[in-house]
């Protein structure tokens, strides 16, 4: 079946560090691929996406590029601040499976000052 | 643009109750999805309506059920509430149903069964 593997968490991380959170994927086809955020009481933000093979998706300074050969879509960021502290989903769209996302278990990253 | 909008935000209800979640998508959007997120399976898919039928079903048991109505609105209910349903209930917004549509969450309804 589809699945998403992200690595354990928690993450910490010093202000303007370089962050990397990796995430794999399981699926037949070649699905589309997403970042989300989720900040503390709130629901999910879309962060980046990208739908085919070597597509690169960034936006706030997250970037992750769509690598069809190793099925990864890691998330990188140069520096990050304090604001970027929050709960990080992976998740992909299979063709074909209308509007559904499966998610990986989120990663919970804390970044101080 | 508002965007979606969820209530109640929080809930109490006591095994075998029932409960009903009410979800306003974005203005325009006509596909509505809605997840379950617990510490412990994370994010699951519920089920999914575009234009009052259901596309799309998670493997959830026959207690969770939803609907939708004319005006895009969606509402989910829970009947015979298990602990275990105890959990945040996200419901999402796109404008159609589709692999390259955005889904724009809303805050969620955090239930609580006791």
């Known amino acids: 079946g589809n699945s998403v593997t992200q690595m354990e968490g928690p993450v910490t991380l010093s202000e303007e560090a370089f962050l990397t959170i990796n995430c794999t994927y399981t699926?037949?086809?070649?699905?589309?691929l997403f970042w989300y955020v989720q900040y503390p009481g709130e629901g999910l933000q879309l962060l980046l996406k990208?739908?085919?093979?070597?597509d690169k998706g960034s936006n706030k300074g997250f970037e992750a590029t769509y690598r069809k050969e190793t099925t990864s879509f890691h998330l990188e960021k140069g520096s990050v601040q304090v604001s970027d502290s929050a709960v990080y989903f992976c998740a992909l769209r299979r063709k074909g499976a209308n509007s559904k996302l499966t998610f990986g278990k989120g990663i919970t990253l804390s970044v101080r000052p | 643009k508002a965007g979606v909008t969820q209530t109640p935000r929080y809930l109490i209800k006591t095994r075998g109750q029932q409960v009903t979640l009410s979800c306003s998508p974005i203005s325009g959007h006509r596909s509505v999805s809605w997840y379950q997120q617990t510490p412990g399976q994370g994010l699951q898919f519920l089920f999914e309506?575009?234009?009052?039928?259901?596309?799309n079903k998670g493997n959830f048991p026959g207690r969770f059920s939803g609907r939708q109505f004319s005006n895009s609105r969606s509402e989910m209910n829970v009947s015979t509430l298990e602990l275990g349903d105890s959990a945040l209930y996200l419901c999402?917004?796109?404008?159609?149903?589709?692999?390259?549509?955005?889904?724009?969450f809303g805050p969620g309804t955090r239930l609580l069964v006791l």
């Open positions: 999402a917004s796109s404008l159609v149903s589709g692999e390259a549509e955005t889904q724009y």
């Open positions: 309506y575009f234009s009052e039928t259901q596309r």
């Open positions: 699926a037949t086809g070649y699905p589309s």
């Open positions: 990208a739908t085919k093979a070597d």
